[in-house]
């Protein structure tokens, strides 16, 4: 059977066609159009009835495992394909189905917006904090002392609880985290609708509330057909967006419907032209504030991470960092802003050594070198959250201005800035072609980056410090000052 079509379909997996405006495959008693996110909804003209069938993005139809629910009573099966080559050929359709009642489900597609969370009140402070240090992709516990995680996070939280709680009570007693990230799922909703596609956004946060779990509960609720997983954090880091997609993988290991379930995750998305630009648009817009703007030091701070992540684990948070710095500055040289620029990593959390330079040491150098005015940029968010409104604004500002700095501004995080929103609109649309079911792809396991003799030692270390830990009174508090 000969299939017609009509305007450009590529069903492939790179986002080509995405420029094009949807096209239309007729197919014998099957017509296929596929839309601007390149889902391509395929119609079975049945007893003068149009019933939609689904097309994964390979161009396959589904079957049982997942869109295309056939009753017991279809005798025939249909086979159809759609490639992606010029001329597409339909095989195998069966003209002689009689009392077919097979009812297909129409796309619906979700997108789950990944984000960190944070306690909504100071009650919430210790067992949020709870959550994130009983993460094992935050205290990186040799496996086999994986025991110890909950009674050090409850130790941890508990120590860190009372410094933390000052830190939200100063920016208005809780995280603003929530109601930001649900003002950019409505934007998104929005853009992604203006683009021609219809979604329900989902919010999963790690920490608190609403958890990854509750979000991928409603998704199954919803009976999403297709589904983008958008954290959102620009640059990838085993312990953000690392973290959330192994919760997400965990629950896609025991859950049927997620496992055959057409997933697309967007690990990072620094270098997205969008994204870079609307940064340098914010960085323009604030530089353009001082009386000197090209006297103005811009410094990029980012949210650091233990060093052994990058060393040992094969984080590539610090390498996206630097790529990322690197394009927001080429795009400002390209606008004729050619300002001096540094990257330093804040918010280090205990005794061990975080990606270097800190950001108050580096304040205190530049006050110390003569630098008169500094702009501070948050790169690794896009959100408000304690570490811009407390850290930065308050601390960071009080010590750069001690140091000697004179005149300090700041970059606001990019929040629901069109530019940016319409940005992640553009992913999701690219990245629905290459859904696929999660269940066949191999989970990164960075653990065995390590070689052998890092990985004794470090159990070993571990152990020694957990014991000493939970047993001595001594080393407590000792552990309590290096916390605070
Ligand atoms: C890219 C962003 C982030 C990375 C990387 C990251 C790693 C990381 N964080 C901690 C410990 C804490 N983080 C806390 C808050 C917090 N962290 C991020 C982002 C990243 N963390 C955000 C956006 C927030 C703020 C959430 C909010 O409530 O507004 C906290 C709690 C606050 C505090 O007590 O300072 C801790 C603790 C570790 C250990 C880590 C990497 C291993
Ligand atoms: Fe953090």
């Not at 002689?96 to 100071?122: F, I, Q, R």
Request: some cysteine.
């Amino acid at each position: 059977m000969e299939c017609v079509r009509s305007g450009a379909l590529d069903l492939g997996r790179s986002g080509n066609f995405l420029g094009k405006s949807g096209s239309t495959t007729s197919c014998g008693k099957v017509r296929c159009s596929t839309n601007l996110a390149g889902s391509t909804k395929c119609e079975q003209n049945l007893h003068g009835k149009a019933k939609p069938l689904l097309l994964s993005a390979s161009g396959k139809a589904r079957g049982t495992s997942g869109l295309v629910h056939r009753s017991p009573v279809l005798k025939h099966q249909h086979h159809l394909s759609v490639r992606s080559t010029s001329t597409d050929v339909c095989t195998t359709f069966d003209e002689d189905v009689k009392g077919v009642s097979s009812h297909a489900v129409e796309e619906k597609v979700g997108v789950l917006l990944l984000n960190l969370g944070g306690p909504e009140t100071l009650n919430d402070v210790q067992p949020f904090l709870f959550n994130l240090f009983a993460d094992p992709d935050i205290i990186r516990l040799p496996r086999l002392f994986r025991f110890l995680q909950r009674p050090l996070a409850k130790l941890i939280s508990t120590f860190r609880a009372p410094k933390s709680k000052e830190g939200y009570a100063s920016i208005g007693g809780g995280s603003p985290l929530r109601k930001i990230t649900d003002e950019q799922a409505n934007a998104l909703k929005v853009a992604l609708k203006s683009k021609n596609l219809e979604a329900d956004i989902y919010v999963g946060m790690r920490y608190w509330y609403p958890f990854t779990e509750e979000a991928i509960d409603q998704i199954k609720k919803d009976k999403i057909t297709k589904l983008v997983v958008l954290p959102l954090y620009p640059q990838y880091s085993i312990s953000t967006s690392g973290s959330s997609i192994r919760v997400l993988q965990n629950i896609v290991k025991e859950d049927p419907y997620f496992a055959g379930l057409p997933i697309s995750i967007i690990e990072s998305w620094y270098q997205r032209e969008g994204y870079v630009k609307s940064m340098a648009d914010l960085i323009e817009k604030e530089l353009s504030v001082f009386s000197n703007p090209e006297e103005v030091m811009i410094f990029f701070s980012a949210h650091g991470v233990p060093l052994t992540y990058v060393k040992d684990a094969g984080d590539p948070y610090r390498d996206q960092m630097e790529d990322c710095i690197a394009l927001i500055m080429e795009e400002l040289k390209s606008r004729g802003t050619l300002n001096d620029h540094t990257l330093a990593y804040q918010s280090r959390v205990g005794p061990v050594q975080w990606l270097k330079p800190y950001t108050d040491e580096v304040l205190v150098e530049l006050g110390q070198k003569g630098v008169k005015s500094l702009l501070a940029v948050p790169v690794s968010f896009v959100s408000e959250h304690i570490e811009t409104l407390e850290e930065i604004d308050m601390e960071y500002r009080e010590l750069a201005l001690e140091s000697g700095i004179e005149n300090w501004g700041r970059v606001p995080a990019l929040g629901c800035t069109s530019s940016f929103i319409s940005d992640l609109a553009d992913a999701v649309v690219e990245a629905l072609p290459s859904a696929s079911a999660m269940a066949t792809r191999k989970v990164k396991d960075t653990d065995s980056d390590m070689d052998m003799m890092h990985y004794l030692t470090k159990m070993f270390l571990g152990s020694v410090l957990a014991f000493f830990l939970l047993l001595s009174p001594r080393l407590v508090s000792a552990f309590r000052n290096t916390l605070q």
